[in-house]
């Protein structure tokens, strides 16, 4: 029995060892079998990792071309540059922090109001070239170290670009062929996306965009700020001249359009505290920042009209009666500046510049949409009749100057002379008008007017005649100033003098002023009085000549003058540009009185003022 057991188990052995051969066997010939029959695997799932990188180098170009897109105000290729002129300071771009965004709306340096807003389509176009110009300069360097061999293909390339409102779509066709040892994927199609709010604040754009258009509340609030900022219409109480300084007016009004168009809003949630006044509706409220700039050494055009020196009501003889002095005061505006529009958030940007437009003090008129709208007067829109204008100094060389043409109270700007040597000339067309006048101004130069009947004559020949800068010297004391004043029928300047001031001057034949002024502290108390005159009668009596007593209660206000004229005197001069060449100062000696101390001293002091002479060199 045990031996038998003993077989036994000897053959199990056995038997198990030969099944343990036969599956080894069976499986080494199985996967060879197996290895013979599987498929390989596909290449395009072993180079994916070299695909994938090409996708996203689509979607990294695709990044910076929407990031173009949002800075130059929808464009990639920007639309041809226009430049602008000293008469409208726009070009077709603002030039912001060194790069040239295309102006949505701007002035052109002939006077046309032009549009150049950019579309969906074309933006989507731009980005699509952008793409495709650059759909082989992917960087495959860290793949070849790997061992790949990658072959972009840079024929028959089409793609495609679809802006959504949160998306950016690519589609691109062309091959990419990426071999690994002896393996080979190609691959022919793309399709992917990006993030992007581009589409969104395009929308946003256009609304705000033509809301000023058929509104212009940037214009109303440029306005609001000309009549807080500016003076413009008005009455002082004052005895002493009232000076309105261009400088001064121009920086105080850029300062303040400078802060009140950064506080514009667009109605929405993503402010607050914020005062209504600020705020303005596009139809939708915006969810998005939304910001407003203006910037006063960006081109902004600012022209004031109206006397700048005015002298006081009350002081002149005959009109002491009044108890009191008063300037009235009148100045109307051009104002052109540009407003830039900005939509963001902390990824993406979009912005847009317009021109904002006042004429004398008025709104532009409201735009439907249209390119080369012309906002000149109906008169210079006629320009028909031929004419050539040459502008030279008083050695007779050619001086380049900007040309406009005045008929019936309306100027046209039609040009600059250009020089070729010889000449500065200007060739081309002018409204026909019966005396009318042609204006020619170059910096450092006088304007001069030069009057032409264009229906009859055709050749303009303008002298212009140079200004000399001369330090003024004048007698003043401690504490005084004077405002000094030359006028002519071509030229006219004004200087507030307090010590070291410089006056411009050309060749010209003068009435020269000079007030001098000083602290003082006359109180003028309140008075009333009652004045009575005749006037015609009232009911049938009046039709026969009848007349009635009619009295009025004249109140005058307390008024206490801070400044009074205590000196100075006019003269009629001649200055010659002999003169003038070698000279450096302008010398003025005049006679100063005792400081008044009541109104009818002032008086006084005004009418001697005006019988006083002045001794004047240049020296």
């Given amino acids: 029995m045990i031996k038998q057991n003993k077989h036994k188990n000897i053959r199990g052995q056995v038997t198990i060892f030969i099944i343990l051969a036969i599956v080894i066997i069976a499986g080494v010939v199985g996967y060879f079998v197996f290895k013979g029959m599987q498929k390989p695997s596909t290449p395009e799932k072993q180079m994916q990792g070299a695909y994938d990188y090409y996708v996203s180098c689509l979607q990294d170009t695709a990044r910076q071309g929407v990031k173009i897109l949002g800075e130059q105000g929808g464009y990639i290729e920007t639309p041809v540059f226009v430049p602008g002129s ?29 549009e150049q807003m950019p579309t969906q389509k074309g933006m989507e176009k731009e980005l699509a070239k952008y793409i495709q110009d650059r759909i082989g300069e992917c960087d495959f360097s860290d793949f070849a170290q790997q061992g790949f061999d990658v072959a972009v293909s840079k024929e028959n390339v089409n793609v495609g670009v679809k802006i959504n409102a949160n998306t950016v779509e690519i589609s691109a066709e062309n091959k990419i062929r990426v071999t690994f040892g002896n393996q080979t994927a190609v691959f022919g199609n793309h399709q992917t996306s990006i993030n992007s709010k581009l589409g969104k604040f395009y929308d946003l754009a256009v609304k705000t965009y033509n809301y000023e258009k058929k509104s212009m509340f940037l214009e109303k609030y440029a306005l609001d700020v000309m009549r807080l900022y500016a003076p413009v219409d008005g009455v002082e109480i004052s005895c002493t001249p009232k000076v309105f300084v261009d400088e001064n007016i121009r920086g105080d009004l850029t300062s303040a359009l400078s802060a009140n168009i950064a506080a514009l809003r667009l109605k929405g949630n993503y402010y607050s505290g914020v005062d209504k006044y600020f705020i303005s509706s596009i139809g939708e409220d915006v969810n998005e920042q939304a910001n407003f700039l203006y910037m006063n050494s960006w ?13 006081p009501v009350g002081l002149q003889q005959g009109l002491g009666i009044l108890g009191f002095c008063y300037v009235p005061y009148h100045l109307v505006y051009d104002i ?82 250009e020089s070729d040597g010889r000449d500065a000339v200007f060739k081309g067309k002018v409204p026909k008008c019966v005396n009318g006048f042609i204006l020619a101004n170059a910096e450092g130069y006088a304007p001069v007017k030069y009057q032409i ?167």
Avoid at 299 to 311: H, L, M, N
């Fill in 453 to 619: 009947s264009t229906n009859e004559e055709g050749v303009a020949n303008l002298l212009m005649k140079k200004i000399y800068n001369l330090s003024l010297d004048l007698n003043l004391n401690e504490g005084q100033q004077a405002l000094v004043s030359l006028e002519s029928d071509e030229y006219s300047t004004s200087v507030l003098f307090t010590g070291s001031e410089s006056i411009g001057v050309p060749e010209g034949y003068y009435n020269v002023s000079v007030y001098i002024f000083k602290n003082s502290s006359i109180n003028i108390p309140a008075s009333s009085s009652k004045q009575c005159f005749d006037i015609a009668s009232s009911g049938v009596g009046g039709i026969f000549g009848f007349t009635q007593e009619k009295c009025v209660d004249i109140n005058i206000p307390e008024q206490e003058i801070g400044f009074a004229v205590v000196g100075g005197g006019k003269q009629e001069e001649y200055i010659t540009e002999e003169q003038l060449r070698d000279a450096s100062v302008f010398k003025i000696r005049t006679e100063i009185f005792a400081t008044p101390t009541s109104l009818q001293a002032v008086q006084d002091i005004y009418t001697k003022m005006e019988d006083s002479g002045l001794e004047l060199s240049v020296e």
């Fill in 86 to 114: 000293e008469y409208r300071p726009f070009s077709s771009q603002l030039n912001f922090l060194g790069q040239g965004v295309p102006y949505w709306m701007y002035v052109s340096g002939n006077n046309l109001l032009k």
């Fill in 299 to 311: 081109p902004t055009r600012i022209e004031i009209y109206g006397d700048k020196v005015v002298e």
């Fill in 336 to 417: 052109n500046f540009p407003v830039l529009i900005q939509f963001y958030d902390q990824n993406e940007l979009f912005q847009f510049p317009v021109a904002v437009i006042i004429e004398k003090s008025k709104e532009r008129n409201a735009l439907p949409s249209a390119e080369g709208v012309n906002i000149e007067p109906e008169v210079c829109r006629y320009k028909n009749s031929d004419i050539e204008v040459y502008t030279y100094d008083s050695d007779l060389k050619p001086i380049e100057a900007d040309i406009t043409f005045s008929c019936f109270n309306t100027e046209c700007r039609i040009g600059k002379t």
